[in-house]
């Protein structure tokens, strides 16, 4: 088996995607990138192939495509991405550590948007007091686990909201999670599109309200991410 699958999942993510696979390939250690595409109408498909990935289509829905992928994935590590992020140097070689090391059975990076100002570094600084003091990491953070840990817990559950957050619980229920100290970098788009304060608040409550019992269903309903 080899060391690590990489999962992106995807939805029309061709202007991004791009980027992401180059600084994959400058990975030290053999890798199977798998995207996990829900059913792009651009080039997504096209552009992760020419970048050497593989490509298995899933129902779209993020748990549902990165479940699909991790089962196409060869390798005792996976390693989860969302498909607007980058990989700088230090990220890689934080994964490569741990991977190569046995430091830790999953672990998290860091968070840093693509934009200068106030907003960008107070999301950075919110997202590092709900990761540290709260101990939930968003799924813009990266995901690194063992396989035999993934599957134990059950992969993701397949909920239309909060996947990453419920997936992290049950990991935390079994063992550490690793706070890498490198930062993966996320595209603001998506704080640009519907504005960042806003943006912040509506998650903040949407976190709020599922910590408190609100099902994932129900929230959907209130949420539409890009793409969606």
Same mark, same amino acid.
């Given at each position: 088996?080899?060391?690590?699958?990489?999962?992106?999942?995807?939805?029309?993510?061709?202007?991004?995607?791009?980027?992401?696979?180059?600084?994959?390939?400058?990975?030290?250690?053999?890798?199977?990138?798998?995207?996990?595409?829900?059913?792009?109408?651009?080039?997504?498909?096209?552009?992760?192939?020419?970048?050497?990935?593989?490509?298995?289509?899933?129902?779209?829905?993020?748990?549902?495509?990165?479940?699909?992928?991790?089962?196409?994935?060869?390798?005792?590590?996976?390693?989860?991405?969302?498909?607007?992020?980058?990989?700088?140097?230090?990220? +890689?070689?934080? !994964?490569? $550590?741990?991977? @190569?090391?046995? /430091?830790?059975?999953?672990?998290? #990076?860091?968070?840093?948007?693509?934009?200068?100002?106030?907003?960008?570094?107070?999301?950075?600084?919110?997202?590092?007091?709900?990761?540290?003091?709260?101990?939930?990491?968003?799924?813009?953070?990266?995901?690194?686990?063992?396989?035999?840990?993934?599957?134990?817990?059950?992969?993701?559950?397949?909920?239309?909201?909060?996947?990453?957050?419920?997936?992290?619980?049950?990991?935390?229920? +079994?063992?550490? !999670?690793? $706070?890498?100290? @490198?930062?993966? /970098?996320?595209?603001?788009?998506? #704080?640009?599109?519907?504005?960042?304060?806003?943006?912040?608040?509506?998650?903040?409550?949407?976190?709020?309200?599922?910590?408190?019992?609100?099902?994932?269903?129900?929230?959907?309903?209130?949420?539409?991410?890009?793409?969606?």
């Amino acid at each position: 088996m080899l060391g690590l699958g990489i999962v992106i999942p995807t939805l029309n993510e061709e202007s991004n995607l791009r980027a992401l696979l180059e600084d994959l390939g400058r990975l030290s250690i053999t890798t199977d990138v798998v995207v996990a595409d829900g059913g792009s109408s651009d080039d997504t498909v096209s552009v992760a192939r020419a970048g050497g990935a593989r490509v298995v289509v899933a129902e779209r829905g993020r748990a549902t495509q990165m479940n699909a992928g991790a089962r196409s994935a060869a390798g005792d590590w996976l390693c989860f991405l969302h498909g607007d992020v980058r990989m700088p140097d230090a990220a +890689r070689r934080d !994964l490569v $550590r741990v991977v @190569s090391g046995g /430091v830790a059975d999953a672990a998290v #990076w860091g968070f840093a948007i693509d934009a200068r100002g106030f907003w960008p570094r107070f999301m950075e600084a919110g997202t590092y007091l709900r990761d540290r003091v709260g101990g939930l990491p968003y799924g813009d953070q990266g995901l690194l686990v063992r396989r035999e840990l993934f599957s134990a817990v059950g992969g993701f559950p397949e909920i239309p909201l909060m996947e990453d957050v419920a997936l992290v619980r049950a990991l935390r229920s +079994r063992v550490r !999670l690793e $706070r890498l100290r @490198s930062r993966l /970098v996320v595209s603001p788009r998506r #704080w640009m599109r519907e504005g960042p304060y806003w943006t912040w608040a509506r998650n903040s409550l949407l976190m709020a309200a599922y910590l408190a019992g609100a099902s994932p269903q129900r929230l959907a309903r209130w949420y539409r991410p890009e793409g969606s």
